[in-house]
């Protein structure tokens, strides 16, 4: 799908990915956390090559970056607060129950939804409330990086607008790098510091 791809990104920035659907824009993703290895090339994160076959270190990789997949990719068996503490748990094993429920509660506030959410299914939640939850659990880990595919995906355009607004808080707040893949062009014009349009496989 991709061919001869060279892309640098500079900490700090949001960069959106635009091209053709089935054009290899959320490849480039799976590439960038790790999901796929590349037949060529290299991926570099911080210096450190984390393309080559015996390198797959997720204590480290996964903990600098966060994902917001384009459906959400929520836990339907869990509530939003189970959802957003599930990485807490994961990989602070020495964080205390009452500290991730802090935790779950500042990331609740970041993404303006209201602390009794934490008990709601995410079947009980309309798309923009879950991709927010997805979000939230994203960022709990306090990544370096976000990596958002499709955020807009299926919003009206008002609810659109306040997850554009939320990838640009994420952006001042945290001080994230962000790669955002998009169809979306207004949303890609006002996230975006740099945008990269991917065409037959380069950019």
């Known amino acids: 799908v991709l061919?001869?791809?060279?892309?640098?990104?500079?900490?700090?920035?949001?960069?959106?990915?635009?091209?053709?659907?089935?054009?290899?824009?959320?490849?480039i993703l799976k590439h960038m956390i790790g999901l796929l290895q590349p037949d060529g090339g290299e991926v570099r994160v911080d210096g450190e090559i984390i393309s080559s076959p015996t390198f797959f270190d997720t204590q480290t990789i996964r903990k600098k970056m966060g994902m917001l997949f384009q459906n959400g990719a929520l836990f339907d068996s869990m509530n939003a607060g189970e959802n957003i503490a599930f990485a807490l748990r994961e990989h602070n094993r020495n964080m205390s129950e009452e500290e991730i429920q802090e935790q779950v509660t500042k990331m609740l506030q970041m993404i303006h939804l209201k602390t009794e959410f934490r008990k709601k299914m995410p079947s009980e939640l309309s798309g923009g409330m879950r991709k927010r939850l997805a979000l939230a659990r994203a960022i709990a880990l306090k990544p370096q990086i976000l990596?958002?595919?499709?955020?807009?995906?299926?919003?009206?355009?008002?609810?659109?607008?306040?997850?554009?607004?939320?990838?640009?808080?994420?952006?001042?707040?945290?001080?994230?790098?962000?790669?955002?893949?998009?169809?979306?062009?207004?949303?890609?014009?006002?996230?975006?510091?740099?945008?990269?349009?991917?065409?037959?496989?380069?950019?």
Not at 3 to 27: A, F, M, P, Y
């Open 147 to 203: 990596l958002y595919d499709e955020p807009t995906t299926g919003l009206d355009p008002v609810t659109s607008d306040v997850i554009n607004d939320l990838i640009i808080d994420m952006q001042q707040k945290l001080g994230v790098t962000s790669v955002v893949v998009t169809h979306d062009m207004a949303s890609a014009y006002k996230v975006s510091d740099r945008i990269a349009m991917l065409y037959e496989g380069r950019i």
């Open 3 to 27: 061919r001869d791809v060279t892309l640098n990104i500079r900490r700090g920035e949001t960069i959106v990915i635009i091209g053709q659907s089935g054009g290899g824009k959320s490849v």
